[in-house]
């Protein structure tokens, strides 16, 4: 079993940075896959970035590209989003996953194992 806490959201002005973090206990997480989502209110969860379990390959979603940072420190049994130039459309519950099938990170929700109960971030216009 994994557990996973999320950490760092709150309450930030547009343009503002924001950095997330996810820590893993249980098992250890260096060789699982892992990503981030997030849930506005009224709205479908959707993928926001993912990584390999090495760190070797990210992925993200088109409206957080070149905005957002996913990186993990697996000493630390850690996994970061960093968030900068954070827009109102921003705001949601963002949640972090870890898969144990897809090592090498994956866009798709249902392929993920564990969950974290999640942190809001909330962008002011």
């Known amino acids: 079993q994994v557990q996973l806490v999320e950490s760092g959201g709150g309450l930030v002005q547009a343009g503002g940075s924001l950095r997330l973090s996810c820590a893993a206990s249980?098992?250890?997480?260096?060789?699982?896959?892992m990503g981030w989502f997030r849930q506005a209110p009224g709205k479908e969860r959707e993928f926001v970035a993912a990584i390999s379990w090495s760190g070797t390959y990210t992925y993200y979603a088109g409206s957080v590209k070149g905005r957002f940072t996913i990186s993990r420190d697996n000493a630390k049994k850690t996994v970061y989003l960093q968030m900068n130039s954070l827009k109102p459309e921003d705001t949601a519950n963002y949640y972090c996953?870890?898969?144990?099938?897809?090592?090498?990170?994956?866009?798709?929700?249902?392929?993920?194992?564990?969950w974290g109960q999640g942190t809001q971030v909330t962008v002011s216009s």
């Open positions: 996953a870890a898969s144990y099938r897809q090592v090498g990170g994956t866009r798709d929700a249902d392929s993920y194992d564990y």
């Open positions: 249980g098992r250890t997480i260096s060789t699982y896959g």
